[in-house]
């Protein structure tokens, strides 16, 4: 059974910082492709970022330069450090694995 349980949400002041954390269990960790996706209230689900098993990371331009992803393949978990946080990063943030699993989301809401 595939599980991808995310923490790290809240609400953080413009300009402010959040670690998103997404746990994984019942997958390959290692040779798996994980990302983090956001949906925001009447908008499509985007891509945020992404990691290959081999580490290589893209991102989505709006984030580039203020997100990073990282993963862990000891504790199998991937991050998402977001760094001067904006109004418009408001979303429900989505830990996803290549095989089209999906967590259960963590609210980010930016507002001061």
């Known amino acids: 059974q595939v599980q991808l349980v995310e923490s790290g949400g809240g609400l953080v002041q413009p300009g402010g910082s959040l670690r998103l954390s997404c746990a994984a269990s019942g997958i390959i960790f290692s040779i798996s492709t994980l990302g983090w996706y956001r949906q925001a209230p009447g908008k499509q689900r985007e891509l945020v970022a992404a990691?290959?098993?081999?580490?290589?990371?893209n991102y989505a331009d709006s984030v580039k330069g203020r997100f990073t992803i990282s993963r862990d393949n000891a504790k199998n978990s991937v991050y998402l450090q977001m760094n001067s946080l904006k109004p418009e990063d408001t979303a429900v943030y989505y830990c996803w694995h290549h095989s089209d699993y999906w967590g259960q989301g963590t609210q980010v809401t930016v507002s001061s």
């Open positions: 990691i290959t098993s081999g580490g290589s990371t």
